[in-house]
């Protein structure tokens, strides 16, 4: 929507996300994951696997795009987590604390993140 309040076309087909490379596998760092969580983190180890030969997922960091979500929902992102080897995850902006609570819950390592955190890998 437009500041005067008219609808207009939005031709970014979704957020965004990136892959960094590091010694100990992949980390996924992502906008608002507004494709789902998993099927970034999918594409992402496909596309890491065909570039570099890497399908290791060291850590997730970004928003999650888990507001208000159903906790059967939750529960499939922590098995998709689980079965992917990702045990480390720094959930941020639109990832509410219900499921970062949860995610902790189901075993993962559930870390914090905001401006100016530094993450070394």
């Not at 965004?16 to 494709?35: D, M, P, Q, R």
């Not at 290791?56 to 998709?80: C, E, M, Q, R, Y």
């Not at 559930?110 to 401006?115: D, L, P, Q, W």
Request: negative net charge; glycine residues 10%.
């Amino acid at each position: 929507m437009l500041p005067s309040g008219e609808l207009a076309d939005d031709f970014i087909e979704d957020g965004t996300a990136l892959i960094y490379k590091s010694s100990e596998g992949i980390v996924v760092i992502t906008g608002c994951s507004h494709s789902g969580i998993c099927n970034i983190i999918q594409y992402a180890i496909d596309t890491a696997e065909k570039k570099w030969g890497i399908s290791k997922v060291k850590t997730v960091i970004g928003g999650l795009h888990l507001i208000n979500s159903a906790p059967d929902l939750l529960s499939k992102i922590i098995d998709f987590f689980r079965n992917k080897g990702i045990s480390e995850i720094y959930p941020c902006h639109c990832t509410d604390l219900s499921a970062k609570i949860a995610l902790a819950c189901g075993g993962l390592k559930v870390r914090e993140v905001g401006t100016g955190t530094i993450i070394n890998f």
